[in-house]
Structure formats: C-alpha cells, structure tokens
C-alpha cells in the first residue's frame, strides 16, 4: 500500500525562478494538506484541500505561492519568483478524517 | 489563533532513564484533538499518539501522554527511553476535535539518547 508520493525529492533553483512541487495522496483519502518544514519554525501549515475543493489557505504567503487540485489523485504546490527564505522541506500529507499522513517532502534549495 | 509551545529545542537522555518533554497550547476552541507526531532521521513525520479527552492517559509504543485542561498541557513520557527513540518529536492540535481540520505544530524537539 503506497503512501503519500511527492516528487521531486529535492530541487535546487535559482532566486527568481519558479518550483512546482507535487503530491499524490493515499488513495481515498479525502483531505489534502501542504506545510512547509524548517529547523526554525517546525511545520508550517500552508494549505489544504477536502475533496479537491480549497479549504483554508490561511498559511500561503499570498503572492507568490499557489496550491491546486485537479484531480484527487494529485496536488501541486506552486513558488513563484523563489527567494532563499523559501528553502525548506514541503510536505504534503493526506487524510481520511484526522490522522495526517505524510510524505517524505521535497526539499527546496534556492541559491 | 491557535499555537503549541514546544520549549525545548534539544534533550538529551541517557539510554535507561525517563523522559519527559513539554508541550503547552493556547487555543480559544473547546473541540480540540491533540496530536504527537514523530519523525525519524531522513522519514515522514508518523502519528505517535492522539486525545481528546481531558485528564486521559493515551499510551502507545512505550510513550504516554495526558492531556490537562486546567494547564493546558499534553506531555510526552517514557519512563525508560531506548536508542531508537532518538527522533523528532511534534506536538499538535487540531481545533475542530476529530473533524479533519487542520494540525497546527509545535516547533518540534529533538531526542537524543545516549548509550
């Protein structure tokens, strides 16, 4: 039984560019949740979805980054114009009611 | 808003001995689920254990926790720690009880044990 799949597992990029980052959740589950992991801060909630539909984006930092779900297969995170204060892990869990279950994350290097 | 204090950033133990570590909230809901979440070097973070009801001991895998209204409080124990344990450990809360909502985390702290 797969878990939750994010790829890539790790991105470098260049300040200025842009990163999409993506999830795939357990199968059936019907809650989506983006946060962002730093030695500093913890987990930082982002975003999340419940069956497809956005929920709270409360976390977001508004103008440059942006969260969607086509499908319930798949989520993606979006980071415009990248800044070195965004590198971090992102992690994406899912969840059929309330336990998360998390992804491994990907890690976002911005240099 | 909701937030978890998590005060240490580091323990340190040694293999044999008791652990305790500290988790406060403050929340204005009164529906609220408590979460301790742990996360192994280069893993997930994994559901560790779960309450809601006040003054409750929840125990699982040799950690215990009680959730304390009055001091708004939900630590972590183990009353003797093994070198596996050394991890990440989060606590959390969700202000919607058992509704799915959103976990909001604690800064996280690192279990050390030593041999």
């Known amino acids: 039984n797969a878990g939750v799949i994010q790829t890539p597992r790790h991105k470098v990029t260049g300040k200025g560019q842009e990163a999409t980052l993506w999830c795939e959740p357990i199968s059936g589950h019907s809650a989506v949740f983006w946060y962002r992991q730093t030695i500093v801060q913890g987990l930082e909630f982002l975003t999340y979805?419940?069956?497809?539909?956005?929920?709270?984006d409360s976390g977001m930092p508004k103008e440059r980054f942006s969260a969607q779900m086509p499908n319930q297969s798949h989520s993606t995170l979006k980071i415009q114009s990248t800044q070195p204060q965004d590198s971090a892990v992102y992690l994406c869990?899912?969840?059929?009611?309330?336990?998360?279950?998390f992804g491994e994350g990907s890690r976002l290097i911005v240099v | 808003g909701d937030s978890v204090t998590q005060t240490e950033g580091l323990v340190t133990v040694t293999e044999g001995l008791p652990v305790m570590l500290n988790c406060t909230y403050q929340?204005?809901?009164?529906?609220?689920?408590f979460f301790w979440y742990v996360q192994y070097l280069n893993e997930a973070p994994k559901l560790l254990l779960r309450s809601s009801t006040d003054n409750k001991r929840t125990e699982h895998q040799g950690f215990h926790a009680t959730l304390h209204k009055s001091s708004s409080s939900f630590h972590l124990q183990k009353s003797s720690v093994q070198l596996s344990d050394s991890a990440l450990y989060y606590c959390a809360l969700s202000d919607r009880g058992n509704m799915g909502y959103k976990l909001t985390f604690g800064t996280g702290t690192s279990l050390l044990v030593d041999p």
């Open positions: 869990a899912s969840s059929p009611r309330n336990t998360l279950y």
């Open positions: 929340t204005a809901y009164s529906d609220v689920a």
């Open positions: 979805f419940r069956n497809q539909a956005p929920i709270d």
